[in-house]
C-alpha cells in the first residue's frame, strides 16, 4: 500500500469497479481493507475519479455561462473559477486533503474571465486572499483598510510582474490529525522555487 494517510474510510467515497465495470455496493466497498488495496486499484480509483469531477463541474461551469448569455450579462460579468482546496487523488499514496501542504493540495484552479481581463497564462504566486481585491479594483471600488489580499488587475490585464515572493498558508484543524495530543495545526511559505511547512507540536518540519 502507497502512503502511510490512505485507509478503508477513504475508499467508502470512492466508487470502486470490478473487471467487468460494475460499480461495487456500499457495504462491499466498506469492508476492502488496506491491506488489499494494490497499486492497481489505486491507480484505476486516480484515473476515475477526476474524470467524472471534471465532467460535472464542465457542465454546471457550461449552465452558468449560458445563464450569463441568454440574460445579456455575458459581457458585464467578472467569472472566477477557484476552489478552496484542491485533493490529492492518490498522489505520493494520499487520499483527501487535510494537514498536508504538497502541492496536490494547495495548488488549485484560479481562472478570470470578464472586463479587463486578457487571455494568457501566468505562473506568479497568487491566492484566495487576492480575489476580494481585485474584484474591487476591476469594478473600480476602493478597497478598505485592512485587506491584505493583492490586486491582480495589472497581472490579468497582461502585465506579468508579480505582486509576492511567497504565499503563506495556514491551516488550524478541529482534530488531531497528526496524532500530537492536540488539535493540528500547520503553516506554510511557498515560494516559486520551494516550500516550508511547520507542525505545532512537531520538532522540525518540512522543506522541498
Known amino acids: 500500500m502507497r502512503g502511510a494517510y490512505a485507509s478503508s474510510r477513504c475508499l467508502r467515497r470512492i466508487p470502486l469497479r470490478t473487471a467487468t465495470g460494475a460499480v461495487l455496493p456500499l457495504s462491499e466497498v466498506a469492508e476492502v481493507s488496506v491491506a488489499e488495496v494494490t ?3 489505486v491507480d484505476e480509483l486516480r484515473a476515475q475519479h477526476p474524470n467524472v469531477a471534471i465532467t460535472m463541474i464542465d457542465d454546471a461551469v457550461g449552465r452558468v455561462l449560458q ?48 472586463p479587463g481581463v486578457v487571455p494568457g497564462v501566468n505562473g ?8 476580494s481585491s481585485t474584484v474591487l479594483d476591476l469594478c473600480g471600488t ?4 485592512g485587506m491584505q489580499g493583492h490586486s491582480l488587475r495589472a497581472m490579468l490585464g497582461g ?8 504565499a503563506y498558508i495556514e491551516e488550524d484543524m ?3 490529525l497528526v496524532q500530537r495530543g492536540t488539535r493540528s495545526r500547520v503553516r506554510t511559505i511557498i515560494t516559486k522555487d520551494a516550500r516550508l511547512t511547520a507542525y505545532h507540536g512537531i520538532e522540525g518540519g518540512e522543506l522541498y
Not at 455575458?74 to 487523488?89: E, G, K, S
Not at 476602493?142 to 483598510?145: K, N, R, T
Open 39 to 41: 497499486n492497481k486499484v
Open 67 to 114: 445563464a450569463l448569455e441568454r440574460t445579456g450579462q455575458r459581457d458585464n460579468t467578472i467569472v472566477i473559477f477557484t476552489a478552496d482546496h484542491a485533493d490529492m487523488f492518490g498522489e505520493q499514496g494520499i487520499w483527501l486533503k487535510g494537514v498536508m501542504h504538497y502541492l496536490g493540495c494547495t495548488r488549485v484552479p484560479f481562472v478570470w474571465n470578464g
Open 124 to 131: 506568479e504566486l497568487v491566492g484566495s486572499i487576492d480575489i
Open 142 to 145: 476602493a478597497p478598505y483598510a
Open 159 to 166: 502585465d506579468a510582474a508579480p505582486v509576492r515572493k511567497a
Open 174 to 176: 478541529m482534530f488531531d
